[in-house]
């Protein structure tokens, strides 16, 4: 089958089976009552077989056998409570994967269910494909073949990400996978020329747009890629055969021979028939070819199909050709295709647009956050956003689903300070992901890390480097030590380097600014919650902020309830502190930056209504 639907559990001993099948068969009846799998259970030493057609629910059954024999306690009501704790587990890591694909691929404010989805294709695979991978290269393709056509990258990347969405529910929903990933883009407000992109990369509807095509190509191309898919050897040596009888049957074809190509992907060759040159004229010769070669591409049209590739091409050649392109250049498709030219690609651009947001505080600073951010990377063309989120979660602290729902909105990477680790579930989240921060420069053995290196795909790589001051503030190790530690570990190539300086004074501040000035990109503080007016590039290049401000409720004493503010401060007695429940900002410093050099170009502090 295309389609793999069994998995396989390997079982410490053949006793372990008899446990499993349990007294009378109750055990297994339980398990496969909670999971919706089949167990087989035969001959194959040490092993069990589970089969069902969804991968997640394979998944789901997978994980929970495999606790149940580490765990040793097999009966019904453990069952049910090992799978209803894997699916829980399960749920969040489908959704950290699909926070993950986006991020790598650069694409931002999806809707979270399709982050949700874009997760579960990692347990999906078509042909042996995993299909996520697949749709990370059909972006990654998408974009750069877009970038070469001088067309909107972020675009073409989006729909390229999005063009097999409905293979997480093929399994639920009858239909074509194209036309149920269109209707979920739909549900879930992508635009009308992604919409159309997903619905026509397999042309259950035909291409209308540059777009449609583009993705065409590149899911082809994902698919054609040596290794990517693999055939059955049996399917494989019948094909030949049929090919060898259609070859002899043409008049003076005593032989004919199939050319296999590259490891791995048999559909990438060619096919030779031979015959006496006493039999065949040269003429007769040229034509038998091309009708063979018209009766080898309706029969036989390889593993990745590179007869339609080839089409597909073409067809995104012909707009190019329409808009003006010269008559010498009509002929010869864009550079990205010319695999043997010499004359690189047009280089891509290197500035960037990057969004460094103060710090996120309660529920009004996350829901200006998942509300606008979407919609302002696409009307301000940012490529990068870095925000603090340490007060995210009730106003202090952030917890895991918070962290959560802040990268699903389009964050790239979050921030913390002195309140990083006020709830208790970020310590595990915070060590597994990468795309959230502490401050480097807490005492050695804190969870999860300071600084990172990012390397997403089609964009340059870059370093946030976050770091808590010292003035009033508790009792942490040096900023500025730490800083050129950092520095000087980092890789040459990494010239773009971002700071997010948590701190309360402006001296210290503006001191770490000055010292960091030529070595690092921007220096932006944080934690004050009040956004300053002297934003400025240092003599050496380097932007600096003294505070960003906050995203959060702006009529507040810095995003608190003012009643409580007061009546502690005129009483000395404590108060409990809620976040204020009036409307909310958008605060941070908008930068242009150049990332060859990693040189700031302009610095704003910016403002926008949520």
Not at 318 to 338: E, N, Y
Request: charged share 25%.
């Amino acid at each position: 089958m295309a389609e793999q639907t069994v998995t396989a559990v390997a079982l410490p001993s053949e006793e372990m089976k008899g446990r499993i099948i349990g007294r009378e068969g109750r055990n297994i009846r339980a398990i496969e009552a909670a999971t919706g799998v089949d167990l087989i259970i035969d001959d194959t030493p040490e092993t069990v077989i589970l089969s069902a057609f969804s991968p997640l629910k394979r998944q789901i059954a997978k994980m929970a056998l495999e606790r149940l024999i580490t765990d040793g306690r097999i009966h019904p009501a453990r069952i049910e409570d090992i799978v209803k704790k894997c699916e829980q587990e399960l749920d969040v890591k489908i959704r950290e994967i699909g926070e993950q694909a986006t991020f790598d691929s650069g694409v931002h404010g999806i809707h979270p269910e399709l982050v949700r989805l874009l997760g579960q294709l990692q347990y999906r695979t078509s042909y042996s494909q995993n299909v996520l991978q697949h749709s990370l290269e059909v972006a990654a393709l998408a974009g750069m073949m877009s970038a070469e056509l001088g067309l909107d990258v972020k675009r073409a990347k989006r729909a390229g990400l999005l063009h097999d969405i409905g293979k997480a529910v093929d399994h639920e929903i009858e239909g074509p996978h194209a036309l149920i990933g269109a209707d979920l883009a739909k549900k879930y407000g992508e635009p009308a020329d992604i919409i159309h992109a997903i619905q026509a990369h397999h042309e259950d509807v035909p291409p209308k747009t540059v777009l449609a095509t583009l993705v065409q190509a590149a899911d082809s191309l994902s698919g054609a890629r040596p290794g990517a898919r693999k055939e059955l050897l049996e399917s494989y040596v019948k094909r030949l055969e049929e090919l060898e009888n259609l070859a002899t049957g043409f008049e003076g074809v005593s032989q004919g021979l199939r050319h296999p190509g590259r490891p791995g992907n048999p559909g990438h060759g060619r096919f030779r028939a031979r015959g006496r040159r006493q039999d065949v004229s040269a003429v007769q010769g040229h034509f038998q070819a091309h009708r063979g070669k018209s009766h080898v591409s309706r029969s036989d049209p390889g593993d990745g199909h590179p007869r339609e590739t080839g089409r597909r091409l073409r067809q995104i050649t012909a707009p190019c050709i329409r808009q003006g392109h010269r008559r010498g250049d009509a002929a010869r498709p864009p550079a990205v295709f010319r695999r043997h030219s010499r004359q690189p690609a047009a280089p891509i651009g290197t500035s960037m647009r990057i969004l460094m947001l103060g710090d996120i505080v309660g529920r009004p600073g996350r829901q200006a956050v998942t509300n606008r951010l979407p919609q302002i990377r696409r009307d301000q063309g940012i490529d990068l956003v870095v925000a603090n989120g340490e007060n995210a979660s009730g106003g202090i602290g952030l917890a895991a689903r918070e962290a959560r729902q802040l990268l699903a909105a389009g964050v790239d990477v979050l921030t913390g300070g002195n309140h990083s680790f006020r709830h208790a579930d970020i310590v595990p989240f915070i060590t597994a992901s990468d795309r959230l921060l502490r401050p480097a420069n807490l005492p050695p053995g804190a969870p999860g890390q300071g600084w990172h290196v990012y390397r997403p795909a089609g964009c340059p790589p870059f370093a946030v480097i976050n770091l808590l001051g010292r003035m009033f503030m508790e009792a942490v190790d040096c900023p500025f030590r730490t800083a050129e530690a950092i520095l000087e570990r980092l890789p040459e190539d990494v010239a773009l380097r971002l700071v997010d300086f948590h701190a309360e004074a402006t001296s210290e501040k503006k001191a770490l600014a000055y010292f960091l000035d030529g070595r690092v990109t921007a220096v932006c503080g944080t934690h004050t919650h009040v956004q300053t007016n002297d934003a400025q590039i240092l003599p050496r290049g380097t932007a600096t902020l003294t505070d960003c401000g906050m995203t959060g409720p702006v009529a507040s004493a810095i995003g608190m309830d003012p009643e409580n503010v007061i009546a502690r401060f005129r009483t000395a007695v404590p108060h409990r502190f809620t976040v204020a429940r009036t409307p909310a900002e958008l605060q941070g410093a908008l930068l242009d930056v150049d990332a060859a050099t990693g040189k700031a170009v302009q610095i704003a502090a910016w403002r926008s209504a949520a």
